[in-house]
């Protein structure tokens, strides 16, 4: 069974921090919220010349975690005030769905559609609902879990990207969902480039579930692109 909203008590806000000055706007938005009558905690993971991967990064940071719902943002995350009531709304309205939840973040993929509710640099905001909505894989920009929640990110993947989509399969293999819900924050991302670095990652990632998927399907869309899981590129 997922927690249900009205049992979190505290919020732990992790963040790999390879960037102070950029994750700056980030923790100031984080201590304006308006907490809900949570307490909120702030959990940067300082990775300045990224000595660690962001699943290492982010693992440290679950453990040491105190809050009971545990969020995860890329440093060039900015909320709003109100988000904490947007999220534990979002988190509200998937109980009862099936698979229950194990990851909700405001933006996700299934098939070719996006799900999800955020907005860029320029503050303009896309809605693509309707929301909630169970997808294959959510955008590692915010990603939210539980802290009681029996995974981890694999830290063998290595790297900065797709440990998002990584642990929305495991959380698949676990017979949970990931959902994109209603929670709009603003990425200030101003592209969406990938570096070589992603495709070894993808490789990686395509390896480790194209012998173990069982739920998982033959590809999953990703806000990066559809990562098959089939043959191989470069297999015979
Ligand atoms: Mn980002």
Redesign the pocket.
Known sequence: MAPSASSFRSISFITCVADAPEYAACRASIAALDPCGLALEVLPVDNAGNPRSAPEALNLGWSRAAGDLLVFC?E??VFPREWVGKLLEGIAALEGLEPPWAVAGPMGRAGKRYFGHASGPDGAAAYHGPLPARVETLDE?CLVVARALPLRFDERLGGFHLYGADLCIQAVEAGLAPYAIDAPCR?D?ATRHRPPEYHAVKRRLQRKWMFRRRKVGRSVGTTCGRIRFGILEGWI
């Open positions: 890329h060039d995350v920009l990425h991302s």
